[in-house]
C-alpha cells in the first residue's frame, strides 16, 4: 500500500509535510462535502492548482520499483494516492482506494457515469455535469466519505497475502491505515518504508525515503 510519501520525490506535496498548505487552508478544510456545499469554487480552485503542479511531476524510482514488482503474479497494489503516478509508470492491478483527481463526477449523483478530464487549468470551473448541467466533483474519496465498495473489496482480499508493505503513508487517515494491521493479523509481514516512524504496528520499520528503499529490495519473486 502507498501514500503521498511515494510521489514527494516527484514534487507532489504530502498533506502532512512540507507544501501541504495552500493559500491558509489545511488539506482537511478543502477535501470534505461539506466544504464543497460551502464553497464549490474554492474547493475546485485548490484541486485545479493541484492538478496542474501533479500534471508536470513524472513517477520516481519508487513508482517505477513497483512498477515492475506488479508484472509477477500475486501482486496488488492499494494505493491512497489521487495523481496517477503509479498508472504512468506503468504498475499493473492498481486499487485506487481514495479514487483519481483526473476523473470527475456528478455533484448531484444525476445517474451520469464518472467520466475522465485531464484539462489543465480545468474550464469553467467549476466545471459542470455533462447530463445535468450540476456542478461536476472530484472523483477522490474526501474525509468523512465512504471508500468505494468494489475498492474496499479488492484491498480487503489483497490482505490476506504474505507481505504487505506499506510505503509513504502517516497512517493517520481510516479505512486505509487499518489495512496493515489487517495483513498482519491475517499472518502477513508487514513492513514500513518511510523516513519517519508512524507508529503503525508493523514486523520491520525501514526508516529510508521509499524512492532509495524500494530500487535496492529483491525484486518480486526473485
Ligand atoms: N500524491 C497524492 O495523490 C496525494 C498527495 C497528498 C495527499 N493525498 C491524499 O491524502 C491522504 C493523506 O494520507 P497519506 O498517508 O497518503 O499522506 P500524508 O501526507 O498524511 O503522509 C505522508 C507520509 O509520507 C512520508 N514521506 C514523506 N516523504 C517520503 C518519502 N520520500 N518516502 C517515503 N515516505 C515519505 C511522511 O513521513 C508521511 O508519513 C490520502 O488519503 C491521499 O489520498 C494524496
Ligand atoms: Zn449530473
Redesign the pocket.
Known amino acids: 500500500m502507498t501514500?503521498?510519501?511515494?510521489?514527494?520525490?516527484s514534487g507532489?506535496?504530502?498533506?502532512?509535510?512540507p507544501g501541504?498548505l495552500w493559500r491558509h487552508f489545511r488539506?482537511e478544510q478543502l477535501a470534505t462535502p461539506e466544504a464543497f456545499r460551502r464553497d464549490p469554487a474554492l474547493v475546485w480552485e485548490w484541486y485545479d492548482w493541484r492538478r496542474g503542479l501533479i500534471a508536470a511531476c513524472a513517477p520516481n524510482a519508487?513508482h517505477e520499483a513497483i512498477a515492475r514488482w506488479s508484472r509477477s503474479p500475486g501482486f496488488t497494489l492499494v494505493t491512497?494516492?489521487?495523481?496517477g503516478l503509479h498508472e504512468r509508470a506503468g504498475t499493473a492491478n492498481v486499487v485506487r482506494y481514495?479514487g483519481s483527481?483526473w476523473t470527475l463526477k456528478c455533484a448531484a449523483v444525476c445517474g451520469a457515469p464518472d467520466w475522465e478530464d485531464r484539462r489543465v487549468p480545468i474550464d469553467p470551473l467549476p466545471p459542470r455535469c455533462p447530463s445535468c448541467g450540476a456542478y461536476a466533483r472530484p472523483g477522490?474519496v474526501w474525509f468523512g466519505e465512504a471508500i468505494p465498495p468494489e475498492a474496499a473489496r479488492a484491498a480487503a482480499a489483497a490482505t490476506a497475502c504474505d507481505v504487505f508493505l506499506s510505503?509513504?503513508?502517516?497512517?493517520?487517515?481510516y479505512p486505509?491505515a487499518a489495512l496493515v494491521a489487517e495483513a498482519r493479523a491475517c499472518g502477513a509481514f508487514t513492513v514500513e518504508?518511510?523516513?519517519?516512524t508512524?507508529g503503525a504496528a508493523v514486523d520491520l520499520a525501514i526508516a529510508m525515503?521509499?524512492?532509495t528503499a524500494l530500487p535496492l529490495l529483491k525484486s518480486w519473486g526473485a
Open positions: 501514500g503521498a510519501g511515494v510521489s514527494a520525490a507532489v506535496p504530502t498533506f502532512r509535510g501541504g488539506p519508487a491512497q494516492n489521487v495523481d481514495h483527481i477522490v510505503i509513504g503513508t502517516s497512517s493517520v487517515v486505509a518504508i518511510n523516513p519517519e508512524t525515503p521509499a524512492e
